[in-house]
């Protein structure tokens, strides 16, 4: 879980905020871009979380690093979509980051709150032996908390930093206004 959230909120949104920087393009997404990311990021993290399939990626080097890989790729383009809107337009996204969030967090909370083992390959070294049922559920426990805890930091410090983006564009905007009109701001 550690990596799958270092990943999807750490490595993406810097490769993103990277690229974006990189590829200064002047064009905004267009809506149906954002509504595609938010819903690839979504439909890529709760598929791989489904329980038959998180356990063959548990029990397999390869699925496992697919599961890896499209994480990646879908967090990745979420996050530069949603980097790319500027100025006014800054707005747009952050109800994209909204949705994901909550959506991130319920996974989260079924997760930690399962009342039984939803994943099996969670815990477990094969040199020790079998681990228990409650080693399992505790680790399973720990993985919800830790989504719990990303979750909540990366889009809601993505959002902040879109709101503040919106709220300077408007306040560049106002004085650009009040200075093409001749009045002087105060």
Sequence with gaps: MVVHILLMNVLA???AMSACAFWQQGREPAGGALAFATAAQLLSLWLWHAPP???RALASAPLHLLMYGSL???AFLFWWVVLRFRGNHSCKPILSLLVTSKLYCVLGVLVLFAPRVLFTGIAGDPGTGAPTPEAVLADQQLAGLLMLTACPA???LGGIVLGARWLFAMETDEIDRSSAG???WT
């Design 13 to 15: 949104p810097l490769a």
């Design 53 to 55: 399939l998180l356990t």
């Design 72 to 74: 990646l790729l879908t």
């Design 154 to 156: 990366t889009y809601v």
């Design 182 to 184: 001749g009045e002087a």
